[in-house]
């Protein structure tokens, strides 16, 4: 539970000893003029309702020495705090598919964890950077009304019968009154849907009064923002949505949305065009989904770890010792970033481009996988992989100096601290990763005697040249001895 929620719950007590000793007092005091004052801004963001009427409550504070009323007093607060409790957490079960990002993951990197410019869904609505584009949003609507040629009523009456379905999509009880919560799933759905389609639709002409396409610098900021778990809204509100307008100028496709979105996230990752299409279809839960569900291993190798094995504090060491010991890396021709071999002493590994949207989908990916149950976690096993390989900012020069990471606006150190703070975060099982044929590979090969004697002796020049002297003399000092006895014997 965040900060906020934490307050309101704190004012929520506060209502409930305002009601108590109103209903003590019979009269408004001093005390509840300053709660209300207290749920004003509370109850202008629509995150909270006023102070709720508890007179099952009892009669007031209990005076001292009262056993009776202090227990009706005391059970009654803790039933109304068993209940609010109930209502807040009952996000947990299956319909529940937009969280939080862990707490253990939060701090990061704040830039990939919050939006930075359009607030999507309820958690960060309201937030004093955001409300420029929660005006934009009304232009979206206009021009999707104008785009189906419906009416506003009978698009609000379609989102009212979705209203339980989406607040229970959250992780968090939503405090907003209904009309406030439909009216934002019509400006949010709305917004995303004109944006995806007009990023696509280059060739349409240009409004004068567009917020967005008049700035084309904030594009891609727009895309990392949804892209950002703490910003979704369920997929199917999109869908409903995408079908009530697909009967005019868009294709009325089961499979046309998802290949939409897709085609905008490729702006800011491109991959072939096969290979999207083979997730047209795809069963997510929103959009953050989707990009997690096409960017899974195409020919991940199986899970085969020896469960008799036990790996080291650190099974695969840092690029610094790898090298010494032989092992050779290269940059592997793929797609496919998750896909990493380990061949004969060469360890190969798809490059990646460190900027501000990849290191917003790693985030959030790690994140969604926190919440995902009995299921494969891709991400989490990459970056804990990395995570091993980099220990410093020399790691990430090597690994760059083989073409395997390239930066963009960040030097070694921010790739080096991105990868330390995200890998210590997470929760991995080195037995279910999809790597550990490579985790276990590498390790082996790193204590082995070869390995060990390709530290000792040739891990650096000085080294080659000492080993090589040695057995110079060696070579020398046996030819001198065979000379010897040969002369002699024929002497």
Same mark, same amino acid.
């Given at each position: 539970? =965040? #900060?906020? %929620?934490?307050?309101?719950?704190?004012?929520? =007590?506060?209502? @409930?000893?305002?009601?108590?000793?109103?209903?003590? %007092?019979?009269?408004?005091?001093?005390?509840?003029?300053?709660?209300?004052?207290? $749920?004003?801004?509370?109850?202008?963001?629509?995150?909270?309702?006023?102070?709720?009427?508890?007179?099952?409550?009892?009669?007031? #504070? %209990?005076?001292?020495?009262?056993?009776?009323?202090?227990?009706?007093?005391?059970?009654?607060?803790?039933?109304?705090?068993?209940?609010?409790?109930?209502?807040? @957490?009952?996000?947990?079960?299956?319909?529940?598919? !937009?969280?939080?990002?862990?707490?253990? *993951?939060?701090?990061?990197?704040?830039?990939?964890?919050?939006?930075? !410019?359009?607030?999507?869904?309820?958690?960060?609505?309201?937030?004093?950077?955001?409300?420029?584009?929660?005006?934009?949003?009304?232009? @979206?609507?206009?021009?999707?009304?104008?785009?189906?040629?419906?009416?506003?009523?009978? *698009?609000?009456?379609?989102?009212?019968?979705?209203?339980?379905?989406?607040?229970?999509?959250?992780?968090?009880?939503?405090?907003?009154?209904?009309? =406030?919560?439909?009216?934002?799933?019509?400006?949010?759905?709305?917004?995303?849907?004109?944006?995806?389609? #007009? !990023?696509?639709?280059?060739?349409?002409?240009?409004?004068? =009064?567009?917020?967005?396409?008049?700035?084309? $610098? !904030?594009?891609?900021? *727009?895309?990392?923002?949804? *892209?950002?778990?703490?910003?979704?809204?369920? /997929? /199917?509100?999109?869908?409903?949505? /995408?079908? @009530?307008?697909s009967s005019t100028r868009v294709e009325a496709k089961t499979d046309y949305l998802c290949t939409l979105a897709l085609r905008v996230f490729d702006l800011a990752y491109p991959r072939p065009g096969a290979l999207l299409k083979d997730y047209e279809n795809p069963q997510c839960k929103h959009l953050l989904d989707l990009f997690y569900l096409t960017i899974f291993p195409t020919n991940p190798d199986p899970c085969n770890y020896p469960q008799m094995y036990r790996p080291s504090d650190q099974s695969v060491p840092c690029v610094t010792s790898l090298r010494p010991s032989g092992i050779k890396f290269k940059s592997k021709k793929t797609h496919d970033f998750l896909d990493i071999s380990f061949r004969k002493r060469v360890l190969e590994i798809p490059s990646i481009t460190i900027n501000d949207f990849t290191t917003t989908v790693l985030v959030n990916c790690v994140a969604l996988e926190q919440y995902k149950e009995n299921s494969s976690k891709h991400i989490t096993d990459y970056v804990s992989f990395m995570h091993c390989l980099i220990n410093q900012p020399k790691d990430v020069s090597l690994l760059c100096s083989d073409g395997i990471i390239t930066r963009f606006s960040h030097d070694d150190q921010y790739v080096a601290n991105f990868f330390n703070k995200l890998g210590k975060s997470t929760v991995f099982n080195v037995h279910g990763c999809y790597l550990s044929k490579q985790f276990e590979e590498l390790e082996s090969y790193y204590y082995s005697t070869w390995a060990n004697m390709m530290r000792t002796y040739f891990s650096s020049p000085w080294s080659v040249i000492s080993v090589f002297s040695a057995f110079l003399v060696i070579v020398l000092t046996v030819i001198q001895t065979v000379f010897a006895v040969l002369g002699y014997r024929f002497h």
């Amino acid at each position: 539970m =965040d #900060h906020r %929620a934490i307050e309101i719950d704190e004012l929520q =007590d506060a209502a @409930f000893e305002y009601n108590v000793a109103g209903s003590a %007092a019979g009269s408004i005091g001093g005390d509840q003029l300053e709660l209300m004052t207290k $749920w004003k801004p509370f109850m202008a963001n629509g995150l909270a309702s006023p102070p709720r009427n508890y007179d099952e409550a009892g009669p007031g #504070h %209990a005076p001292a020495g009262s056993r009776n009323e202090t227990v009706t007093y005391c059970l009654a607060r803790v039933r109304r705090r068993l209940g609010e409790r109930e209502r807040r @957490f009952r996000a947990g079960t299956s319909s529940c598919t !937009i969280f939080r990002i862990p707490p253990t *993951l939060c701090g990061i990197n704040p830039k990939a964890e919050q939006p930075e !410019i359009v607030s999507i869904g309820p958690y960060h609505r309201g937030r004093d950077h955001l409300l420029e584009f929660e005006e934009h949003k009304w232009f @979206f609507l206009r021009r999707f009304l104008h785009r189906t040629s419906s009416n506003e009523a009978s *698009l609000i009456e379609l989102l009212a019968a979705e209203e339980n379905s989406v607040r229970s999509s959250y992780s968090e009880t939503v405090l907003m009154s209904s009309g =406030d919560f439909v009216e934002m799933m019509l400006l949010d759905g709305c917004f995303v849907l004109e944006l995806l389609l #007009h !990023i696509c639709r280059s060739d349409d002409a240009i409004d004068e =009064d567009d917020p967005i396409f008049t700035r084309p $610098w !904030i594009i891609p900021i *727009l895309i990392r923002d949804l *892209l950002k778990l703490e910003n979704q809204v369920p /997929f /199917f509100l999109l869908k409903s949505l /995408f079908d @009530f307008s697909s009967s005019t100028r868009v294709e009325a496709k089961t499979d046309y949305l998802c290949t939409l979105a897709l085609r905008v996230f490729d702006l800011a990752y491109p991959r072939p065009g096969a290979l999207l299409k083979d997730y047209e279809n795809p069963q997510c839960k929103h959009l953050l989904d989707l990009f997690y569900l096409t960017i899974f291993p195409t020919n991940p190798d199986p899970c085969n770890y020896p469960q008799m094995y036990r790996p080291s504090d650190q099974s695969v060491p840092c690029v610094t010792s790898l090298r010494p010991s032989g092992i050779k890396f290269k940059s592997k021709k793929t797609h496919d970033f998750l896909d990493i071999s380990f061949r004969k002493r060469v360890l190969e590994i798809p490059s990646i481009t460190i900027n501000d949207f990849t290191t917003t989908v790693l985030v959030n990916c790690v994140a969604l996988e926190q919440y995902k149950e009995n299921s494969s976690k891709h991400i989490t096993d990459y970056v804990s992989f990395m995570h091993c390989l980099i220990n410093q900012p020399k790691d990430v020069s090597l690994l760059c100096s083989d073409g395997i990471i390239t930066r963009f606006s960040h030097d070694d150190q921010y790739v080096a601290n991105f990868f330390n703070k995200l890998g210590k975060s997470t929760v991995f099982n080195v037995h279910g990763c999809y790597l550990s044929k490579q985790f276990e590979e590498l390790e082996s090969y790193y204590y082995s005697t070869w390995a060990n004697m390709m530290r000792t002796y040739f891990s650096s020049p000085w080294s080659v040249i000492s080993v090589f002297s040695a057995f110079l003399v060696i070579v020398l000092t046996v030819i001198q001895t065979v000379f010897a006895v040969l002369g002699y014997r024929f002497h």
